[in-house]
Nanobody, 124 residues
Framework: QVLLVESGGGLVQAGGSLRLSCAAS????????MGWFRQASGKEREFVGA????????YYADSVKGRFTISKVNAQKTVYLQMNSLQPEDTAVYYC?????????????????WGQGTQVTVSS
């Protein structure tokens, strides 16, 4: 069982930045992947990025490469999503998720645990 809590969303102007956090409540995150997904109004939930606690690797969707960065604080079991150069098309509810580790980090249906989501709105 993994409980996830996201925070850090808000309203920013195009070109601005936000940092989202995802705090995990579990005994250990070893062998887990932490994923970030987003869902814009009227669209399907899509992969944004992921972090492997075991390997320390990060992965990003092409749409956010170079703009978004995932980092973590081990002691706090927290993963961050730093979002820079935000554009209106980034507007969505952002979710963090967790799954037992595998290389299928980009697949939504692989993740068993989800946070409540945090709204990110980017104005033009």
């Amino acid at each position: 069982q993994v409980l996830l809590v996201e925070s850090g969303g808000g309203l920013v102007q195009a070109g601005g930045s936000l940092r989202l956090s995802c705090a995990a409540s579990t005994r250990t995150l070893r062998n887990y992947y932490m994923g970030w997904f987003r869902q814009a109004s009227g669209k399907e939930r899509e992969f944004v990025g992921a972090f492997s606690w075991t390997a320390g690797n990060t992965y990003y969707a092409d749409s956010v490469k170079g703009r978004f960065t995932i980092s973590k604080v081990n002691a706090q079991k927290t993963v961050y999503l730093q979002m820079n150069s935000l554009q209106p098309e980034d507007t969505a509810v952002y979710y963090c998720a967790a799954k037992i580790g595998s290389y299928h980090y980009h697949r939504r249906d692989e993740y068993a645990y989800w946070g409540q989501g945090t709204q990110v709105t980017v104005s033009s």
